[in-house]
């Protein structure tokens, strides 16, 4: 059999095993993965077989082969034997790593034997093991059965390796890291390298309103546009927009304007357009461009303004900028395109080349030369938002597209979710890197693949190994080829842009059960770093690419990260992080007291403190007597214990943080502690 015969062959035993599985109700699910995974795995291995020989129709291999993988994940998450209660899928969450090889490594965390459950979990867990075999808690002699190690909290902060006397007590450094790691990074040669790797940082963050999408960051590093959603129960659409300047910003303030926008819902998509200094922000109707920096006077805009409104009703995915001035938003099976400079503007909307606007439902009232308004002025009944603001939205329908590019069979059904500009080393001009937005056919397909948009969208290249959803794509100024996902199944994956296979796939963060939202690749003096953080991990995990192995987490306050972006020009990572423990009203719930080590006195003895540090242990953490009595709140079901960190806080709140990698850092500069209290009432 050939290649795309082999392929073939085992897609037949997939499928064979998904009836198989569907029509057992005694079916062992353990099993089943296990069957399904090796299935997977060979696929791979093929697909890698052929790569290797160059074979002559390797592209129709790997296109056969991601149809092959789309039906195994399918499988592992909508398959199931039926039951009163629904189907009893594989995966409930993340799927396990199939795409991995002895050459293209899988890079895990070492834990020891130790589970990956927060502190609160494990509790639950003793409870239950406790109560159902009737566990003793001491022994015949009375003294207090030790945990297995299994079990145990992890050690205090104060017990972890510190790479460095400015590595910030934001970051906490992992087991096994060897401190003399950092010999062949110099200050002289790779001082940038150098302060990311010790985790020599300045930390501060900003309150934002709730996180709505993908960051965009502008390529010359002076602006980072972060979409919002604020207001009443979180119904108004913001722009959190940040300059990078010292007017702005200083070591210890991190402040951004987040004004309104004049959309009807709130915004999702968003991208940051460096030739015209705009950023363009979308609803499921409408994009808005914006201008955020003034070329006569050289200087950001002291408030951003409004210049652009396309109409986007049948395009509801990803916004990118496309050469020659012009911009994009996907549909789906197509992208509709703007030339930017032929564009009828706010300021003048009698110019440019806008039409008359065609929807199904035709907007009523004046026409396009009123007011300012681009297009029709809307009703209400177009409108159609759940704002509590509606006189804060611009009603302008907007410019029509000035041409469709229509994508191949493959993307019939899809909208582009994910639009990254591909690297410019192999890749012609106008390519870019997409992924599918599979959640909204209930599919679990996914593509991710380099399209050529000057030539129709031609798939030049299909990336293979996701097991979930592609949730962000990014690429490093320092490698000319590469570029890293971040997956639904837990999982990062570096990629070459001219192979369909990952080179290496990375564990996402200590719960591989969940989304790996964010990834960020980057090359501080050449050398390869990528920042990788899961959904539920509450921090963000540095891995060095070199060594293949992750090097420390850094802390978010107990928020969940939603979005990473990377400053090359500043050496800052920023990440735009939720608050899962306030509601849309700004509740907190599931808090209880914070416990925090009691300080040292000043004046004790020198002898008597030493004393008392040889006698303290992780399980001192646990007595109650040893906790301050400040009346601080901490998340019942946060996933790390106060003393995980040096610097103990809690957000309280949805925050961007700004880690500030520097040689000689203020390390007293941390974020704030929230204000979250106990008892609060619920909104949910």
Not at 302 to 315: A, K, M, N, Q, S
Not at 360 to 379: H, L, N, Q, V, Y
Not at 399 to 409: D, G, K, R
Not at 478 to 488: E, I, K, L, M
Request: glycine share 8%; net charge negative.
């Amino acid at each position: 059999m050939n290649y795309q015969e082999r392929v073939a062959t085992l897609g037949g035993q997939i499928e064979k095993l998904a009836r198989e599985y569907e029509q057992d109700e005694d079916a062992e699910s353990a099993e089943c993965r296990k069957a399904l995974l090796k299935l997977m795995e060979e696929v791979v291995a093929v697909v890698d077989e052929a790569c290797q020989q160059s074979a002559d129709n390797l592209e129709d291999v790997v296109k056969e082969a991601e149809s092959v993988l789309n039906e195994g994940v399918e499988f592992a998450y909508n398959r199931g034997p039926s039951s009163g209660y629904g189907s009893a899928s594989l995966y409930e969450d993340g799927m396990d790593s199939f795409a991995h090889s002895d050459t293209r490594p899988l890079l895990e965390t070492a834990r020891d034997g130790k589970l990956t459950m927060s502190p609160f979990a494990i509790e639950g867990l003793l409870k239950i093991l406790g109560a159902f075999y009737k566990l003793p808690k001491t022994d015949k002699d009375g003294n207090p059965i030790e945990l297995p190690s299994a079990f145990k909290q992890k050690a205090p902060w104060k017990d972890t390796p510190h790479l460095h006397p400015s590595s910030s007590p934001c970051a906490r450094f992992l087991d096994g890291v060897p401190l003399t790691a950092t010999t062949n990074l110099t200050l002289e040669s790779t001082p940038r390298a150098l302060a990311v790797y010790e985790a020599r940082a300045e930390v501060s963050s900003d309150e934002i309103a709730s996180p709505a999408g993908r960051m965009s960051i502008s390529s010359c590093g002076k602006f980072l546009a972060v979409p919002m959603a604020g207001g009443y129960k979180n119904r108004t659409p913001h722009l959190g927009c940040y300059f990078f300047d010292d007017e702005h910003q200083s070591k210890d303030r991190f402040r951004a304007s987040c004004p309104k926008l004049g959309l009807s819902s709130i915004a999702h998509a968003c991208v940051v357009d460096d030739r015209t200094k705009l950023v363009f922000v979308g609803d499921e109707d409408r994009v808005k461009s914006y201008s955020w920096w003034d070329e006569k006077e050289n200087e950001a805009e002291e408030d951003i303004i409004g210049v652009h409104t396309l109409d986007t009703f049948l395009y509801k995915g990803a916004i990118g900028v496309l050469p020659n001035g012009r911009i994009g938003r996907s549909g789906k099976g197509k992208i509709a395109v703007w030339n930017i400079d032929q564009l009828p503007t706010h300021q003048d909307p009698e110019g440019g080349a806008g039409a008359k606007r065609k929807r199904g439902k035709k907007a009523k009232g004046k026409s396009r030369g009123g007011a300012g308004f681009i297009g029709e002025e809307m009703d209400e009944e177009s409108l159609d938002s759940w704002r509590d603001d509606p006189e804060d939205i611009e009603r302008s329908s907007g410019s029509e597209p000035h041409s469709v590019i229509t994508l191949p069979a493959d993307w019939a059904q899809y909208r582009i979710a994910i639009w990254e500009a591909a690297p410019h080393a192999v890749t012609a001009p106008g390519s870019i890197l997409a992924a599918n937005d599979s959640m909204q056919e209930q599919e679990a397909h996914q593509f991710c693949h380099l399209l050529d948009l000057e030539h129709n969208g031609q798939i030049v290249t299909r990336y293979l190994g996701h097991g979930g959803a592609v949730n962000e794509i990014t690429t490093s100024k320092g490698d000319p080829n590469g570029f890293v996902t971040a997956g639904g199944d837990g999982y990062a994956r570096l990629y070459d842009v001219r192979t369909p296979l990952p080179a290496l796939t990375i564990e996402g963060g200590d719960q591989s059960e969940s989304f790996c939202m964010g990834a960020v690749y980057c090359h501080p003096d050449g050398i390869p770093f990528v920042f990788t953080s899961n959904e539920r991990d509450e921090a963000i995990r540095m891995w060095d690419i070199r060594a293949r192995a992750p090097i420390y987490d850094l802390s978010t306050g107990n928020n969940d990260v939603l979005a990473l972006a990377w400053n090359d020009d500043r050496n800052e990572l920023y990440a735009a992080t939720e608050c899962r423990y306030v509601d849309r009203l700004g509740y907190h719930h599931d808090y209880r007291r914070a416990k925090f080590p009691k300080e040292k006195i000043e004046g004790d003895d020198d002898e008597e403190k030493d004393e008392d540090e040889d006698d303290e242990d992780e399980d001192d953490y646990d007595d109650e007597d040893d906790w301050d009595d400040e009346e601080r709140a901490w998340p019942e079901k946060g996933f790390h214990s106060e003393t995980y960190f040096g610097h103990i806080f809690d957000a309280g709140d949805h925050r961007i943080y700004r880690y500030s990698f520097k040689t000689e850092p203020d390390i007293s500069v941390v974020p704030e502690y929230g204000n979250a209290t106990i008892g609060e009432p619920n909104y949910w």
